[in-house]
């Protein structure tokens, strides 16, 4: 069992001026891999809060999702507080999603999504709409329990069959 963290970041969401369905969507998607959502926040944009809650899950959660604050928009700062919370970047899952997502919509380059680890947590920034939550988090789906067994120390070969 995966044991998973989603932060849902959100001004107008944690104001509850608009209904959060990225978050509830994520933990849907997840459920095939084993994963189950034992801590769902919505929060606003703002970074130093964002760090702090990342922090508090870290060890808690195997997996931090974060939905929303990717963007270009100055008060999107998810990557940025995640980036000063992560030990190690994970650059390939960002990498990926940006690509894969590019097949659908020019847009998903101007994504500053990030991935990363801390201590034996692993911490996955994803868009905020439901539609690019789906597409983003279906193209590592596969990948995410094999890294998260890596990252608390599994040593067999990685080479596939």
Not at 42 to 49: A, F, N, Q
Not at 78 to 93: C, F, K, N, W
Not at 105 to 131: M, Q, Y
Not at 145 to 161: L, N, Q, S, V, Y
Request: glycine share 10%; aromatic share 2%; hydrophobic share 40%.
């Amino acid at each position: 069992m995966i044991t998973v963290a989603v932060l849902t970041i959100s001004d107008r969401g944690s104001m509850g001026k608009r209904e959060d369905l990225s978050g509830p969507l994520i933990a849907d998607i997840l459920k095939p891999i084993g994963a189950d959502v034992k801590y769902y926040e919505i929060l606003p944009d703002e970074k130093e809060l964002i760090k702090g809650r990342l922090n508090h899950y870290c060890g808690k959660a195997d997996l931090i999702l974060t939905t929303g604050g990717t963007g270009l928009a100055p008060r999107d700062v998810t990557p940025d507080a995640t980036l000063e919370v992560i030990d190690r970047e994970v650059s390939g899952i960002a990498e990926v999603m940006r690509v894969e997502g590019f097949k659908k919509t020019s847009r998903s380059i101007l994504s500053r999504a990030v991935a990363g680890i801390k201590g034996e947590t692993l911490i996955i920034n994803l868009p905020g709409s439901p539609k690019a939550v789906r597409e983003n988090l279906e193209v590592i789906l596969d990948v995410i329990a094999h890294a998260i067994e890596k990252i608390k120390g599994d040593t067999t070969e990685c080479a596939m069959p």
